[in-house]
């Protein structure tokens, strides 16, 4: 919800004093369409984070008869049946490897004033080491970390499914140094949230960024992962896995009867590891 409300604080402010009923398709497509003047990315993000709220509101504020106070249809619905949604070319920006040794050494180093647990450090790390999504990795509870035989669990935002990889060695050792530090349920807690965990350090990034001169996303890490992962030699079935990627090839009826081994996984986390860390190896546990 932290997030949630960085949009309606940011984008939506001239709308905080307007009931939600209120708010009509017309005011939804100018919204949009003001929006995608500065950001047409932001703009659709904008609209589906507003849908989504509708859409939560719709379900949880009922009268007496448990009959909905908002009206049932929403309003950003227009922009789907006028085709209104910007067009965003898919993002394809990853870390190349030549530059993996100047953005792990400027993570090492970034000067995290308040942070005696060097949790956004550990949880970028975190991040390029298992191609979790971000908010997959913020929201890891100790619960699905197997400290150990070694393995580390999320839950796919998509599709609410658990998604396990046995971790690399580093990583291993690296959760283990953490739970020592951290008697709370997350991985990567924060007193500042209302969760308990970490939620969206984009300030921490956008100075790693500032201080490396190697601009990046949190989901280009994923990308990254993903990369490393391709570069291997290893099957597509394994890659796959690591991925987290669902065969959509209804054609291959093979992928259903390939069971990749957890040794090989942990083989190929452990090479991702080298190819990430480096000569840094030593220097972050």
């Known amino acids: 919800m932290e997030d949630y409300s960085d949009v309606v604080n940011g984008y939506l402010k001239d709308w905080k004093d307007t009931k939600l009923k209120d708010i009509t398709r017309t005011m939804v497509q100018e919204k949009h369409k003001e929006l995608s003047v500065n950001s047409k990315a932001q703009a659709n993000m904008c609209m589906r984070v507003f849908r989504a709220i509708y859409n939560f509101s719709i379900e949880h504020y009922l009268d007496d008869d448990e009959q909905s106070i908002i009206p049932p249809l929403n309003p950003v619905k227009t922009l789907t ?158 890659i796959k896995k690591l991925l987290n990627h669902k065969n959509e090839d209804q054609n291959d009826v093979t992928a259903g009867y390939v069971q990749i081994s957890d040794k090989k996984l942990r083989a190929a986390m452990n090479e991702i590891e080298e190819i990430v860390l480096g000569d840094q190896r030593q220097n972050v546990l």
């Open 81 to 238: 049946a006028k085709k209104s949604w910007n067009k965003i070319r898919r993002r394809s920006s990853y870390i190349n490897e030549d530059k993996l040794p100047d953005w792990i050494n400027a993570v090492l180093n970034f000067d995290d004033r308040g942070q005696q647990l060097e949790t956004n450090k550990d949880f970028l790390i975190t991040l390029i080491l298992t191609g979790f999504r971000r908010e997959e990795c913020e929201s890891l509870a100790w619960s699905a970390v197997d400290l150990k035989y070694g393995y580390i669990t999320s839950i796919d935002p998509k599709n609410n499914e658990p998604h396990t990889l046995p971790m690399g060695d580093f990583l291993w050792e690296l959760m283990k140094k953490r739970r020592k530090q951290i008697t709370v349920d997350w991985v990567f807690p924060s007193a500042k949230s209302e969760s308990g965990h970490i939620t969206n350090i984009s300030k921490v990034r956008a100075k790693i960024n500032e201080s490396c001169g190697i601009q990046f996303t949190f989901h280009d890490l994923r990308r990254t992962y993903g990369s490393i992962a391709e570069s291997l030699d290893y099957g597509k079935y394994t």
